[in-house]
C-alpha cells in the first residue's frame, strides 16, 4: 500500500474514533461494517471490486452532495478495516481510494 494511502487511513482511524457525541452509537448499525462482504450475485454480474463499491453504496447511501455520516462507534471505525482489505487486495484501485477519501471528508 502507498505511504501517503496508509497515512490518510490511519487519519480517518482517528477522525472515526473521534466523532462529536451528538452523532448516535446505534445498537442495530446501518453500517456493519465488522461483518462486511460483497453480494456474491454482483460480485459475479460486476466483478469483485465492482461488488465492493456497490456495497458500500449501499450501507453509506447517497453520497452525490457529499458523503454524511449517520452514526459513531465500532461499526463505522471497522470500515477502516474494510478498505485496508480491499485495498491490499486491489492496490491502485481508485473507486476504492476514493470512498477513503470521501469517508475522511465525511468525519
Sequence with gaps: MQPHLKDRLVELRLCLEALL??????????????????DANWTTDIGEVG????????????RANGLKLIERGPEIEAVVDVFETWIE???????????????????
Excluded: C, H, M, Q
Excluded at 27 to 38: A, G, L, T
Excluded at 51 to 62: K, Q, S, T
Excluded at 89 to 96: A, E, F, R, S
Design 89 to 107: 487486495k486491489y492496490p491502485g484501485d481508485i473507486i476504492l481510494e476514493k470512498w477513503v477519501d470521501d469517508t475522511l471528508e465525511a468525519a
Design 21 to 38: 457525541t451528538d452523532i448516535p452509537i446505534r445498537k442495530e448499525s446501518k453500517y456493519n461494517f465488522s461483518n462486511f462482504s460483497p
Design 51 to 62: 461488488a465492493v463499491n456497490r456495497e458500500l453504496e449501499v450501507r453509506f447511501g447517497n
